[in-house]
């Protein structure tokens, strides 16, 4: 299966376990962990804006780290730029936080409600170069479910 048919087939899956009457929270540990699941990403997970700081929530894989500042990493300036950030080599990227030697490559998308970062949505891989404009595109759909 093509990662675009991987997408279009866990969309409407996606979709259908999102629950508005239920908490953000629940939403996304089911949305991590279906990610997780179907394309067997090394961490995916979920970073919450909480008093001025990125703090971990839902996710699924190795240990994480706990806060991360704003602007600060890929996840901190994805927050600060407002805008989805695909590093083919985390090595590469100025002041990458490395939570994990392993990760090689990285997507973080910002979850916006009413003009504000409320979230991202981060996830890493063991390989270079996982991620590209098809990833970006559909997370950035995945997320706004969340909101």
Known sequence: MTKIEKY?????????V???????????????????E?????WTGFYRVMN????????????????IAYGRGVCGTAWKERRTIVVPDVEEFPGHIACS??????????????GEVIA??????????????????YLQQMVSMLV
């Not at 279009?8 to 259908?16: D, F, G, T």
């Not at 179907?38 to 090394?42: I, K, L, P, Q, V």
Request: charged fraction near 15%.
């Open 52 to 67: 001025n700081e990125l703090v971990l929530g839902p996710f699924q894989g190795p240990l994480a780290c706990t806060r």
């Open 18 to 36: 999102m629950d508005n009457n239920v908490d953000i929270i629940a939403n996304m540990a089911n949305m991590a962990a279906m990610l997780h």
């Open 101 to 114: 030697a392993a990760s090689r490559s990285e997507i973080v998308v910002p979850i916006m409600q009413n």
């Open 120 to 137: 991202v949505l981060d996830i890493d891989s063991e390989n270079l170069a996982t991620f590209d404009q098809t990833d970006a595109e």
């Open 38 to 42: 179907n394309f067997g990403f090394w």
């Open 8 to 16: 279009k087939s866990i969309l409407p899956q996606i979709s259908a």
